[in-house]
Nanobody, 115 residues
Framework: QVQLVESGGGLVHTGGSLRLSCAAS????????MGWYRQAPGKQREMVAH???????NYADSVKGRFTISRETGKNTVYLQMNSLKPEDTAVYYC?????????WGQGTQVTVSS
């Protein structure tokens, strides 16, 4: 089995910063893609930032210039540095990994931005 464990969520004021971490463990084989999604109440889950299978990065337009995804390949870990947070960034943030043909998800970590 594969586990994705997120950490780093919390409550922050508008304009603040948070750093999320996601570590993959277990029966890991080649990770093709890894990154972050989020889901706000009443909304669909959306991609926030992601490393693609080609090693490039994709960002949602709403977070470009504010969020930065990074990784430690040898540790199967990805990070999401979130700066200039806004109330609309409030959501549960999920780590995602694609291995082979299977998608894996973390349990989610809550990020709340107060105005």
């Amino acid at each position: 089995q594969v586990q994705l464990v997120e950490s780093g969520g919390g409550l922050v004021h508008t304009g603040g910063s948070l750093r999320l971490s996601c570590a993959a463990s277990g029966s890991i084989f080649r990770i093709l893609a890894m990154g972050w999604y989020r889901q706000a109440p009443g909304k669909q889950r959306e991609m926030v930032a992601h490393f693609t299978s080609g090693g490039t990065t994709n960002y949602a337009d709403s977070v470009k210039g504010r969020f930065t995804i990074s990784r430690e390949t040898g540790k199967n870990t990805v990070y999401l540095q979130m700066n200039s947070l806004k109330p609309e960034d409030t959501a549960v943030y999920y780590c995602h990994a694609l291995m082979g043909r299977s998608d894996y998800w973390g349990q989610g970590t809550q990020v709340t931005v107060s105005s």
